[in-house]
Structure formats: structure tokens, C-alpha cells
T-cell receptor
Framework: GAGVSQSPRYKVAKRGQDVALRCDPI?????LFWYQQALGQGPEFLTY????????KSGLPSDRFFAERPEGSVSTLKIQRTQQEDSAVYLC?????????????FGPGTRLTVL | QKEVEQNSGPLSVPEGAIASLNCTYS??????FFWYRQYSGKSPELIMF????GDKEDGRFTAQLNKASQYVSLLIRDSQPSDSATYLC????????????FGKGTHLIIQP
């Protein structure tokens, strides 16, 4: 594909429901990142994959958040037992890993609203 | 804890003038610095990056880095209404191959 794609673009969940957000990175990109952007804030790092390996998950806010990238391509961010504070835009970015600049290309995001 | 600070604005600049956006960061180990532009409802897009102290120019944009003062800035010359957006400063401990730490962003308004 031409860019990073994410689905769904919008998700409304009732508090307590589980949600799964999908990211399709740019073809061939080794690195994949998830960020959470609350309204009026900058993106906050959640987790990072290099191929299928999750190298950093220090930004995941709680054990309700789980991410995977089993085949080193598509990634899924899962949020269990959603809470109102989880309402945000979830951004996925991918990078080809070329030095010196590992430019991260962002997808359009998934806007999650928890009622 | 890594922190990136920006004035949230709004910063209002007349069309054709120079817009100056500033950013400070807390982690002296930061190696790479990025400026992203984000239009309302859209995702961030990279407009400038800088690694070394000094100035880096690209068209109407100039990024400035002062590692001793832990300060990064972005200048936009000949500002256009299409430059109106939120500008996000981001830093990386590596070469961008790790998660970026973003500031809250500065909302820039270019007045026609």
C-alpha cells in the first residue's frame, strides 16, 4: 500500500468492552510503533516492534493494553475492559529503519470513544 | 523521565512574517529531534529533523538545535495560511528507531 492504514477509523465502545485496533504498516517496514493521542495533547508512545519482536512496551498504561505483531507485518492493539480514560486517537507509525533518519510515517489513526 | 515542553499557544502570526516555534527537552541523552505538523483531525507528518548543533534549512523551514541549552526551535519564513496547524516537537534517544517523546504541540495561526 501507499501508506500506513488503520482500521477501524472510528470505534465506539461501552465501558468494559474489549476492542481490537488494527495497523497495516508500509510494506517492508521493519519497525512499527503505537501511540495514544488524547484531545489537545501530543502523541504518547505506547509500544514498539522490530519485525515480530516487541522491543519496548514501557508506554502501555496498564495490563489491559496488549499489542502483537505475530508475522512481523500487521499489528493489533487490544484493549480489554475499556475505561472512559482510554478514549483517544490511537496512532500507528512504521519506519523502514534506514539510517541516519528512521522517519516514522503515521497512519490516519483510530478514534476510540468509550461511553 | 523524558519531557518535552512547548508553549501550547495559540501563536498568531501575520501572513508573510516569520513564525518562531520553540521546544525544550529534559533528557540530555536525546540524540535526534523532529518537528511534525498536524492539521486538525489528521495524523502528524514530518517536516524537519536535526541531529547536530546549529541550523538546518529546508525551503521556508529552519530548524535550530542547541544541545547545551536543551533547546530546539523551528522557524517558518514567509508564513502562509496553509501553515496554520499544530506543530509537534519530538525527541528520540536513538536515531528515531525508538519511540518518540512528543511535546503537547504549539497551535499556529497565520492571519491573512
Amino acid at each position: 500500500g501507499a501508506g500506513v492504514s488503520q482500521s477501524p477509523r472510528y470505534k465506539v465502545a461501552k465501558r468494559g468492552q474489549d476492542v481490537a485496533l488494527r495497523c497495516d504498516p508500509i510494506s517492508g517496514h521493519v519497525s512499527l510503533f503505537w501511540y495514544q493521542q488524547a484531545l489537545g495533547q501530543g502523541p504518547e508512545f505506547l509500544t514498539y516492534f522490530q519485525n515480530e519482536a516487541q522491543l519496548d512496551k514501557s508506554g502501555l498504561p496498564s495490563d489491559r493494553f496488549f499489542a502483537e505483531r505475530p508475522e512481523g507485518s500487521v499489528s493489533t492493539l487490544k484493549i480489554q475492559r475499556t475505561q472512559q480514560e482510554d478514549s483517544a486517537v490511537y496512532l500507528c507509525a512504521s519506519s523502514g529503519g534506514s539510517r541516519p533518519l528512521n522517519e516514522q510515517f503515521f497512519g490516519p489513526g483510530t478514534r476510540l470513544t468509550v461511553l | 523521565q523524558k519531557e518535552v515542553e512547548q508553549n501550547s499557544g495559540p501563536l498568531s502570526v501575520p501572513e508573510g512574517a516569520i513564525a518562531s516555534l520553540n521546544c525544550t527537552y529534559s533528557d540530555r541523552g536525546s540524540q535526534s529531534f523532529f518537528w511534525y505538523r498536524q492539521y486538525s483531525g489528521k495524523s502528524p507528518e514530518l517536516i524537519m529533523f536535526i541531529y547536530s548543533n546549529g541550523d538546518k534549512e529546508d525551503g521556508r523551514f529552519t530548524a535550530q538545535l542547541n544541545k547545551a541549552s536543551q533547546y530546539v526551535s523551528l522557524l517558518i519564513r514567509d508564513s502562509q495560511p496553509s501553515d496554520s496547524a499544530t506543530y509537534l516537537c519530538a525527541v528520540s534517544l536513538g536515531g528515531g528507531a525508538d519511540g518518540l517523546t512528543f511535546g503537547k504541540g504549539t497551535h499556529l495561526i497565520i492571519q491573512p
